[in-house]
Each structure stands twice: as structure tokens, then as C-alpha cells.
């Protein structure tokens, strides 16, 4: 990064790799965007637990290999107490001091919540076991959870989670920056003074954004959905057209005062690379 460049609280996502080809591609993914110098990796824990060992073994390869702060993610649903202080127990020997604590999601064909139901129960939880070891980032939902019945039940449960103990939130991506403005607003209103990262989502790929968007509840303007359908297949294209969608999205979220950017990089470093070097951001690693 050039003189000019602004330093924010800059962090990206990455996922367990399962095959040797993705193995490759995160390693050379994790040292480009360590240029960045980036406050923390994240590395995504599946439903249920289902990437449990793979998450631990890639969170220690990034660290190990980037020096970079590496939190692991840490879901609640389908696990007894004992599993969760277990997992907790393995992080703290570690030498992790971060976690992204979530409620997850149950792994297709099963069923039972087990012990913890919400969030904010495994934030508490989390700080009974382990006071003040782990920094705990959790979830916020600009467009409300897709599960919540409305906007103030979705931000009531926001507030829980931060009473319990969390030190910072993620949001999940979007692209309405007046959705994470009024959201941010409305929670400093009722008290909330952690801070609010926006959740980034490059746009590379539009069947799989969409799919992921209908999953997760993430709004596609019209607009875009309508610019992406007539780029058709043009790879290239949809690049260029995401970067800079993604970019001007960003530049307004820092103008307002957001307090850093955090990208689901999806394994990918080009798109997210565009985008810091066009707003002319590097991180500010873990200071």
C-alpha cells in the first residue's frame, strides 16, 4: 500500500478447505490479503460443528504461517455443554484469544438444539468458563434475521448478546448502507457502544450470491439483480461490476463512521484486494 492509504479495522473471512486444490488456493489467499495487515482472520465452524477439527487445524495454519491474529467461529447449536467447554479448553491452550460466537445452524438431517438455544447463551456461557481470556465478536443483521418476526424482536436479541459480554460485532453482508446505518443508530439509542463491523460480500459469482442472499436473508437491490442478469456469463464483467459496486458500498460505509470492514472472502483474494486498493485502505493490524 502506497503512502496515501487510510488505516481502518480491516478483517476477512476464510472457510476450512477440505481438498488439496483448496488447500492451495487459501494458502496463497491468506498471504495476500496479510499484506493488508489486517487486525484478525476468521475461520468459519460448519453446522453443528461439522468442520470442528478442520476449523481449529486451519485457524493455527493462517496464524502460524501469516502471524496474523486468527479467530476461530464457535457455534452452540447441537452441542452439549461439555462439547462447547471442551472446544473452549482446546482454543485457550492454543493461544486464541478471539472467538465468533454464533447460534449456527443444525446440519441437515438432525435434529435437537442441545443444551444452549441462542447467541447470547454462549456468550454467557463463554465468559462463565473463561472471564475475560477471549475477545467474543458475534453476529448483527442490518435486514433482520431471516428467522426473527420482526425488526425490534431481531434487535432485542442483538442486545442480549451484548449484554452477555460481547466486545464487538459482525454484521451479515449487504448492500443498502442506509440498512447498517439506521441499525447502528438504533442500537446506540438502546445503550450499545461495542462496535458494529459491516459485513462485506465481494460480488464474483451471481448464482452463487443469490443463493447464499435467499439462505442468509441478505437483499439483492433490484437493480443490481438486473445489472448481474445482463452481464450473463462474462466473468470478467461481473468482476469489474462487483468491485466497483462493492467499493462505492464500502467508501459510504466508512464516510458514516463505520468503524472497519470485514469481507467474506469466500477463499478469494481478488475481489477484496480491488476493493482495498481502490478505497486505498490497509489495516492496522492489532493495534
Request: glycine share 10%.
Amino acid at each position: 500500500m502506497n503512502s496515501t492509504s487510510r488505516a481502518i479495522g480491516l478483517s476477512f473471512e476464510f472457510f476450512p478447505p477440505r481438498t488439496p486444490e483448496g488447500v492451495a488456493r487459501l494458502s496463497a489467499t491468506r498471504r495476500r490479503l496479510a499484506a493488508l495487515d489486517p487486525e484478525f482472520f476468521s475461520v468459519t465452524f460448519g453446522a453443528g460443528g461439522s468442520t470442528r477439527e478442520l476449523t481449529l487445524e486451519t485457524v493455527l495454519e493462517v496464524r502460524n504461517d501469516t502471524g496474523i491474529d486468527t479467530a476461530p467461529h464457535l457455534s452452540c447449536i447441537g452441542f452439549s455443554l461439555a462439547d462447547i467447554r471442551a472446544v473452549l479448553e482446546r482454543y485457550a491452550s492454543a493461544g486464541i484469544r478471539r472467538l465468533v460466537a454464533l447460534r449456527g445452524d443444525m446440519p441437515s438431517g438432525t435434529s435437537g438444539f442441545g443444551e444452549l438455544r441462542h447467541a447470547n447463551e454462549l456468550v454467557e456461557f463463554i465468559r462463565r468458563e473463561r472471564g475475560e481470556h477471549f475477545h467474543i465478536e458475534v453476529a448483527a443483521y442490518p435486514e433482520v434475521h431471516p428467522q426473527a418476526p420482526g425488526a425490534a424482536a431481531d434487535l432485542d436479541n442483538f442486545l442480549r448478546k451484548v449484554a452477555a459480554g460481547a466486545n464487538g460485532a459482525i454484521t451479515q453482508y449487504f448492500y443498502n448502507a442506509d440498512a447498517y446505518f439506521r441499525f447502528v443508530e438504533q442500537a446506540a439509542k438502546r445503550g450499545v457502544d461495542v462496535p458494529i463491523v459491516p459485513g462485506i460480500m465481494p460480488i464474483t459469482n451471481f448464482s452463487n450470491l443469490r443463493r447464499f442472499s435467499e439462505m442468509c436473508g441478505a437483499e439483492i437491490p433490484r437493480w443490481m439483480v438486473k445489472a448481474l442478469q445482463d452481464l450473463g456469463d462474462d466473468h470478467k464483467a461481473i468482476f469489474e461490476f462487483g468491485v466497483d459496486v462493492v467499493t462505492r458500498l464500502c467508501d459510504t460505509l466508512l464516510a458514516g463512521g463505520a468503524p472497519g470492514l470485514h469481507f467474506y472472502t469466500m477463499n478469494q483474494h481478488e475481489a477484496a484486494s480491488a476493493v482495498c486498493a481502490n478505497l486505498m485502505v490497509r489495516g492496522r493490524g492489532g493495534a
